[in-house]
């Protein structure tokens, strides 16, 4: 039968392991997110901005033939923007979803611009870069079956998981994070008891870009080696949306962004080892966008958002 392979152990351990490693595609994003807009900022800018990082990470990336100098300039760049879209937001009080948008703009634009200059002198040769290399975990990469699947992975898709209990802890169970969620809940409140609000939500916002900026380096540097117009996908907006069906929950933010990965995982499977739904494969590939389609209605309805998410705070 066409579909014999599906009930394959191999496929299912292909399929898992790929959707491991597209988490980091999504989770940076999401988390940096919940953390940002827990401070009552949203910013719909974070898809120019891991635009901008994966142009950035494999330029530099291509420059010093070092993945992991890749990630680190393109934080650079995301940083100076993540400042700019604070500036405006939280110091000048620009409408949130305004700024947001046009950051959005300006890192698809300029992006746009800088890679059609770096492809006319690089050359088309240069559409390919160093990689994360696979970090193998010693004895448990020897696990039949899920050995390799789990613990054959990058070190961007180790500390993505690594970051989901970290987050939740810290906004949970810190003082850090009692002041993120009290200038989202109630600024006044919290200015009152002599907690900066404008200091706080600089550090959670500036925390959201820097993350959205390893999502993106980590789609040119640490999954596909190479970077194209365009690339990210709306990925950004995908992130933003993960964070609404999470009602703010780091952990149910994981899930929801592996079923999403797992889901976008399975399609490609199975169109690969289906030549027969080749020509449907632009269809098949939006499963996971249905996917997330069909979630909001049925989430959103139970989900809270901080409550002065969105609204700049003037002390007067």
């Given at each position: ?19 491991l490693a597209l988490l980091p595609l999504l989770l940076y994003a999401s988390l940096g997110e919940i953390v940002a807009e827990k401070s009552g900022v949203v910013n719909l800018g974070i898809e120019g901005m891991m635009l ?201 933010a994981f899930v929801a962004v592996f079923v999403y990965d797992f889901v976008d995982s399975l399609q490609s499977a199975v169109v690969i080892n289906t030549p027969a739904l080749e020509a449907s494969s632009y269809l098949l ?32």
């Open positions: 039968m066409a579909f014999d392979f599906i009930f394959t152990q191999s496929f299912f351990s292909t399929v898992l392991f790929q959707a901008m990082a994966a142009f950035s990470s494999f330029t530099f990336d291509y420059v010093t033939k070092n993945p992991f100098a890749g990630v680190v300039g393109s934080l650079g760049v995301v940083a100076v923007m993540g400042l700019a879209f604070c500036f405006m937001t939280i110091t000048l009080k620009v409408d949130q979803i305004v700024a947001g948008l046009g950051m959005y703009l300006f890192g698809l634009g300029l992006s746009g611009v800088l890679y059609a200059i770096f492809t006319s002198g690089a050359g088309v040769g240069a559409s390919g870069v160093p990689t994360v290399p696979k970090l193998e975990i010693p004895l448990l990469a020897q696990i039949p079956s899920i050995g390799p699947v789990l613990f054959e992975q990058n070190l961007l898709v180790y500390l993505s998981l690594i970051l989901v209990p970290a987050t939740s802890y810290i906004l949970s169970r810190t003082g850090l994070g009692l002041r993120v969620r009290a200038v989202g809940e109630n600024p006044k409140a919290a200015d009152t008891m002599g907690i900066s609000v404008a200091r706080v939500r600089y550090a959670a916002t500036m925390t959201g870009a820097i993350l959205a900026g390893v999502s993106g380096a980590y789609l040119a540097v640490g999954y596909t080696g190479s970077f194209q117009l365009g690339y990210t996908l709306g990925r950004g907006f995908i992130a933003l949306s993960m964070v609404y069906l999470s009602n703010w929950n780091p952990y149910r590939a939006l499963l996971p966008y249905i996917f997330v389609l069909a979630l909001i209605p049925i989430f959103g309805r139970k989900a809270r958002a901080p409550k002065f998410l969105t609204i700049p705070y003037r002390k007067n």
